[in-house]
């Protein structure tokens, strides 16, 4: 009777959706759609920036002071996998009227969305064929972008912003490669800080990893920490618009289950609608201690974009 019952949960367990051997798999379509403002939302978690999230965040700014929080582009920047940026000047006319003005531009080749301090849109990632909201590629996926879930769907986002410095609750100056950030550690930093997470808010992981940015591009993109599953899914429940952090996937990569390719880029994305922003600069907000922000950032408007490289300020 025994060897039944096993047998009978596991059965449970695989056929509620989570896989037995690995301890997460993405929930089906019908458990995640539609999404919570609707079945033909393009927005997610944009939709929590409301006029009073505005001022609320506009108040928080006391002392007039500003953090950049975005890298510079460059030919030179730590470029995952295939992704370019390749800038060419172009000088576009000789000396012209009595003032003889002269003319310059460029021409740049690269990925706009990936490349860089990023923002990852709802349409870069999917669970098998399905985005959020149970969009399917093969429904919205055309030769010049995405019909729907297109980055210039998002707007302009400004909101609270928290920091969570990882590093710092754990004395370092950089965590190791393999640290897996979980709930207990963004607990434990927001306490330290005197911050809580709240509905709306843009919730920023310092890891030190942001140190080999220019410095060691190789190993920089060879992996890193960042946060997990657990620590995804406990940030999803907190209702926040965006999770960013100083590493190439926000997510700790390689995910400690092998079987696993960044899950929390499905989690956040896909199933909550949450944005990632990637390669983020924290250093100087991390060293001022200020852990508590508004936060303003504007991708740029790609019609049916997979994302967008930005320039996020923290404003305190």
């Known amino acids: 009777?025994?060897?039944?019952?096993?047998?009978?949960?596991v059965l449970a367990v695989l056929l509620s959706g989570h896989?037995?051997?690995d301890g997460w798999s993405p929930p089906a379509p019908e458990q995640r759609c539609p999404s919570k403002w609707g079945a033909t939302d393009e927005r997610g978690a944009a939709n929590y920036m409301t006029p009073e999230r505005v001022l609320h965040a506009a108040r928080l700014v006391k002392t007039g002071e500003t953090v950049e929080l975005?890298?510079?582009?460059?030919?030179?920047?730590?470029?995952?996998g295939t992704r370019r940026f390749e800038l060419y000047t172009k000088r576009t006319t000789p000396p012209l009227g009595t003032n003889r003005r002269r003319s310059n531009e460029e021409i740049v080749f690269t990925e706009i969305g990936q490349v860089g301090t990023q923002m990852d849109m709802l349409?870069?990632?999917?669970?098998?064929?399905l985005h959020y909201n149970c969009f399917d590629t093969n429904g919205i996926a055309t030769r010049t972008g995405f019909s729907h879930l297109g980055i210039e769907k998002v707007g302009m986002?400004?909101?609270?912003?928290?920091?969570?410095?990882?590093?710092?609750?754990?004395?370092?100056?950089?965590?190791?490669?393999?640290?897996e950030i979980t709930p207990a550690d963004l607990k434990a930093a927001a306490e330290r800080e005197g911050v809580e997470i709240r509905r709306g808010d843009a919730v920023l992981v310092n890891t030190g990893w942001g140190r080999l940015w220019g410095a060691d591009n190789a190993k920089y993109n060879s992996g890193c920490?960042?946060?997990?599953?657990?620590?995804?899914?406990w940030l999803a429940a907190k209702d926040v618009m965006l999770i960013g952090a100083d590493n190439f996937p926000v997510e700790i990569a390689p995910n400690p289950d092998k079987s696993l390719s960044f899950p929390v880029h499905q989690i956040a994305l896909v199933v909550n609608g949450i944005f990632l922003i990637e390669n983020l600069k924290l250093d100087e907000l991390a060293h001022r201690k200020v852990y508590e922000f508004a936060f303003a950032m504007q991708p740029l408007k790609i019609a049916g974009g997979t994302g967008s490289t930005v320039a996020p300020v923290a404003m305190y």
Do not use: C, N
């Open 1 to 9: 009777m025994r060897s039944i019952a096993v047998v009978w949960a």
């Open 19 to 21: 896989a037995w051997a």
């Open 70 to 80: 975005g890298h510079v582009l460059s030919g030179d920047i730590p470029l995952f």
């Open 123 to 129: 349409s870069h990632q999917t669970i098998g064929d």
């Open 157 to 179: 986002l400004f909101t609270r912003g928290v920091l969570l410095d990882i590093a710092a609750l754990k004395g370092v100056d950089t965590l190791a490669i393999d640290y």
């Open 225 to 233: 920490p960042g946060i997990g599953i657990a620590a995804a899914e």
